[in-house]
């Protein structure tokens, strides 16, 4: 029975992923280039920022898929380090919003009743060969698979507490805690989605099968284990996209110290206020410790704000890099069309600089060669220098750029097409230009 019961919860986890996959895909499709606009745009000061970031996480239902499109648009400088931090700081505001649709109506409403015409609907919809339409469609089996993956949860514990009750292997030691927050930041850093981490405790939780401040020690280890997403999502970025994932390693860790120092007098205010407002709920309960845990780690941060900012700036200081190795794109760029375009215009930006460098010794070699006609060792050894630089540097710095826009086809938008045929025209141009010369 035990083991039945665990397949049903193993089995509710991989489904819910699932369909926090549809939902990120369906909102980027849906949008229609919308949410990168308001990235763009919008977030150019604090308030708007954290505003935005918030609202964001809030509708997405993912942090995580906000942080990946943070480090995209940071690659390709569509937005500066301080915005991308704003934004950030409300992403982990927005967070808390799982834990309160789940607690305050997954929990208490048979949702599964409704997850699979939900289900029904997105695929009629995800066959469209309308764009939104499609998204809207992913949108809905995401929200499906989402309800269907909490229900199968929600079965399995109970299940499980007819043949083991696991609360009585749980305690409120400190040890046992120990135990909970490292189960918590291990289970996060394995499905790589604090929101699924969340869900599970939260039903774990609710069917008694964990007690009360256990389930706080899994939310506090949570927090550490969820910065794994955007520091593997940072490995391939540039120096903005690692200091953003620094910056959230740092803002985690607030969280997590200010969690585990003042434990017990949150834990005593919650439930001053709970016996006050009339909540009985430990789930409900739990979602007010991670709002307030989520908030504390915001509010102590923004007064050091400014100055994080010019520390991080000193941070990963690139090296000199090969003409040959492409800086404004890379995997994260495919997460955003608009990043695409923008690493593709920086892109151009070093290829033309490198051709008009390589122009200039060029027209140095044949000065020379003018000037000093007997020294034709030199003249082989320059034209033969100009030859590897061509072959080595420029030439295959022309080609990533092309394979990497074959690569990146599936993600560009529409109504980017235009704009980024107009910039490989001009990669083409200065790649003729560039043979033009080189046989001068």
């Known amino acids: 029975m035990s083991y039945e019961s665990a397949k049903e919860i193993i ?73 991308a931090i704003y934004v950030l700081l409300g992403s982990s505001l927005g967070s808390s919003t799982t834990a309160w649709l ?18 029904a609907f997105g695929i009629f919809f995800r066959f469209s060969k309308n764009l939104k339409h499609k998204g809207f469609g992913n949108i809905l089996l995401g929200l499906g698979f989402i309800f269907l993956g909490i229900s199968y949860m929600v079965n399995g514990f109970d299940e499980l507490k007819q043949s083991i009750n696991l609360a009585v292997y749980s305690n409120e030691s400190f040890f046992n805690m120990i135990l909970f927050f490292i189960l918590g930041a291990i289970m996060t850093f394995v499905v790589q989605s604090s929101s699924a981490s969340t869900t599970l405790t939260l039903v774990a939780l609710a069917s008694g099968q964990i007690l009360y401040l256990n389930a706080i020690a899994i939310i506090i280890g949570g927090k550490i284990g969820s910065t794994t997403t955007t520091i593997l999502g940072s ?40 016996l006050k407002l009339g909540i009985f709920s430990d789930a409900i309960k739990l979602t007010i410790f991670i709002t307030i845990f989520n908030l504390s780690a915001v509010v102590f941060i923004i007064p050091f704000l400014n100055k994080i900012v010019l520390r991080l700036k000193t941070m990963f200081i690139p090296k000199m890099r090969l003409w040959s190795k492409l800086e404004f794109l890379d995997a994260n760029s495919l997460e955003s069309s608009k990043s695409i375009l923008k690493g593709h215009k920086k892109e151009n930006e070093i290829l033309y600089y490198k051709f008009i460098k390589a122009t200039k010794n060029q027209f ?74 080189k046989n001068f």
């Open 11 to 83: 089995a509710g986890i991989a489904i819910f992923l699932v369909g926090m996959f549809f939902m990120e895909d369906g909102f980027k499709l849906f949008s229609g280039g919308f949410l990168e606009k308001i990235l763009e745009k919008f977030t150019n000061s604090i308030s708007k920022g954290i505003l935005n970031g918030f609202l964001i996480s809030s509708i997405v239902q993912s942090s995580s898929f906000t942080s990946v499109i943070l480090i995209s648009f940071l690659t390709a400088s569509l937005i500066t380090l301080e915005s």
């Open 364 to 437: 140095l070699i044949v000065e020379n060669t003018i000037s000093n006609k007997k020294n034709s060792d030199k003249k082989l050894l320059r034209n033969i220098e100009i030859d590897k630089v061509y072959k080595n540097k420029l030439k295959t710095l022309h080609d990533e750029i092309f394979e990497f826009l074959a690569l990146a086809n599936n993600h560009i938008e529409k109504y980017d097409l235009k704009y980024i045929d107009k910039e490989k025209s001009i990669t083409k141009d200065i790649y003729k230009l560039l043979k033009l010369v």
């Open 235 to 274: 490995l391939n970025s540039n120096s903005n996209g690692k200091r953003l994932a620094f910056f959230q390693f740092i803002l985690n860790l607030i969280a997590t110290v200010f969690g585990i120092i003042f434990l017990y007098p949150i834990v005593d205010l919650i439930d001053f206020l709970s």
């Open 102 to 119: 789940i607690a305050l109506f997954g929990l208490k409403i048979k949702i599964s009743h409704y997850a699979m015409p939900i289900i």
